[in-house]
Nanobody
Framework: QVQLVESGGGLVQPEGSLRLSCAASGRVFIMGWYRQAPGKQRELVAT???????RYADSVKGRFTISGDNAKNTVYLQMNSLKFEDTAVYYCNAREYIGGADYWGQGTQVTVSS
């Protein structure tokens, strides 16, 4: 079983930046970030495979960048030009292989407020 430890959330003003980190306890095939705002469903933000292939939600393209460090089994999410609508709990996700079980972190709050 894979355990995920997240860090880096917080309060930031609009147009500000934050960086999230998520460390997995073992080797995984794909890692990513999802978010859930109050009253809304959890949605994909960005994912990255061990080979470096990335995928982004349209709402964050050009503002967020996902990257990974395979040696550390860690993924990062650099969030720039943050907007009010980016406010949510951000969850790290990982799978050990294609079609494998989803593992989730405990979530980290990101609040964009003036």
């Amino acid at each position: 079983q894979v355990q995920l430890v997240e860090s880096g959330g917080g309060l930031v003003q609009p147009e500000g930046s934050l960086r999230l980190s998520c460390a997995a306890s073992g080797r995984v095939f794909i890692m990513g970030w999802y978010r859930q705002a109050p009253g809304k469903q959890r949605e994909l933000v960005a994912t990255i495979t061990r080979g470096g292939s990335t995928r982004y939600a349209d709402s964050v393209k050009g503002r967020f960048t996902i990257s990974g460090d395979n040696a550390k089994n860690t993924v990062y999410l650099q969030m720039n030009s943050l907007k009010f609508e980016d406010t949510a709990v951000y969850y790290c996700n990982a799978r050990e292989y294609i079609g494998g079980a989803d593992y989730w972190g405990q979530g980290t709050q990101v609040t964009v407020s003036s």
